[in-house]
């Protein structure tokens, strides 16, 4: 069975750091590309950052200079450095994934990032 479970989230205070990441299993080497989403309460879910296999990696306008994706093949795990957090980055991050051999998207459950002090 795929899975992708995201870690890593929780409760920080403006202009901090957290570091999410998200682990895939049951994959068999089958991902391109690994991507983080979020989706704050009213909100439509907005792209934050996407890695393709290979390595080239697109933001989302709203994080660029502050978040930084990065993938470890060998774990099949992706990462997301969140950097000068604010209070609008709140949301639910969730992991995605697509492969070469499915047309579906994967989706983890999603991890809670609260910025408030």
């Known amino acids: 069975q795929r899975q992708l479970v995201e870690s890593g989230g929780g409760l920080v205070q403006p202009g901090g750091s957290l570091r999410l990441s998200c682990a895939a299993s049951g994959f068999s080497g089958s991902i391109t590309d690994m991507a983080w989403f979020r989706q704050a309460p009213g909100k439509e879910r907005e792209l934050v950052a996407v890695?393709?296999?290979?390595?080239?990696?697109r933001y989302g306008d709203s994080v660029k200079g502050r978040f930084t994706i990065s993938r470890d093949d060998a774990k099949n795990t992706v990462y997301l450095q969140m950097n000068s957090l604010k209070p609008e980055d709140t949301a639910v991050y969730v992991c995605?994934?697509?492969?070469?051999?499915?047309?579906?998207?994967?989706w983890g459950q999603g991890t809670q990032v609260t910025v408030s002090s």
């Open positions: 890695i393709i296999r290979g390595g080239r990696i």
């Open positions: 995605n994934a697509k492969t070469f051999d499915s047309i579906r998207d994967y």
